[in-house]
T-cell receptor, first 111, second 115 residues
Framework: RKEVEQDPGPFNVPEGATVAFNCTYS??????FFWYRQDCRKEPKLLMS???SGNEDGRFTAQLNRASQYISLLIRDSKLSDSATYLC????????????FGTGTRLQVTL | EAGVAQSPRYKIIEKRQSVAFWCNPI?????LYWYQQILGQGPKLLIQ????????DSQLPKDRFSAERLKGVDSTLKIQPAKLEDSAVYLC?????????????FGPGTRLTVT
């Protein structure tokens, strides 16, 4: 089983739609959780951290369920500029800040 | 503030040749990482440095890959000899320190094609 699993997509949604991505992780001792965004042929950039209490940043909401080892990202009112690959990332105990990335979920927002 | 710099941006070599990549992290960042991203996959950590010491190189194929960070600033990653499966984007990242609280900033990457 992969350490971090994501549905690769692609998710094709119209502008203004709400879309949700899910991610599961295998190591119950995982400590920190993030969503990164990667545009085509560009480097990954941190989108947001994910906290146990859930957190929101504008149109983006991230949630963590430690019991189910599940992370989600919700994007409301999708914009064309949201088209990208969204990478689920976890860090595990004992390895400092080693990031383990999922394969990413590709989102394409269309007119 | 200048970001993470990498060179070259693109490299095409034949299998069994050698190649080296260079990374200059954000000024003042103690921690430096090299990742390999194969098409369609997420980045995979190859090696992590804290200043000029290696913190984690458990996923570095040491029979052909080597990396150094002399003087705790710039770093080079070398592949010798290259194999077809080494075709990937090699990303360098840096952070102020270790631990999940520190954001990692990525460079633009070096796209390697092995033919």
């Amino acid at each position: 089983r992969k350490e971090v699993e994501q549905d690769p997509g692609p998710f094709n949604v119209p502008e203004g739609a709400t879309v949700a991505f899910n991610c599961t992780y295998s190591n119950s001792a995982s400590q920190s959780f993030f969503w990164y965004r990667q545009d085509c042929r560009k480097e990954p950039k941190l989108l947001m951290s994910v906290y146990s209490s859930g957190n929101e940043d504008g149109r983006f909401t991230a949630q963590l369920n430690r019991a189910s080892q599940y992370i989600s990202l919700l994007i409301r009112d999708s914009k064309l500029s949201d088209s990208a690959t969204y990478l689920c990332v976890v860090t595990n105990t004992g390895t400092a800040s080693k990031l383990t990335f999922g394969t990413g979920t590709r989102l394409q927002v269309t007119l | 503030e200048a970001g993470v710099a990498q060179s070259p941006r693109y490299k095409i070599i034949e299998k069994r040749q050698s190649v080296a990549f260079w990374c200059n992290p954000i000024s003042g960042h103690a921690t430096l990482y090299w990742y390999q991203q194969i098409l369609g996959q997420g980045p995979k950590l190859l090696i992590q440095f804290q200043n000029n010491g290696v913190v984690d190189d458990s996923q570095l194929p040491k029979d052909r890959f080597s990396a150094e960070r002399l003087k705790g600033v710039d770093s080079t990653l070398k592949i010798q000899p290259a194999k077809l499966e080494d075709s990937a984007v090699y990303l360098c990242a840096s952070s102020e320190g270790t631990g999940g609280a520190y954001e990692q900033y990525f460079g633009p990457g070096t796209r390697l094609t092995v033919t």
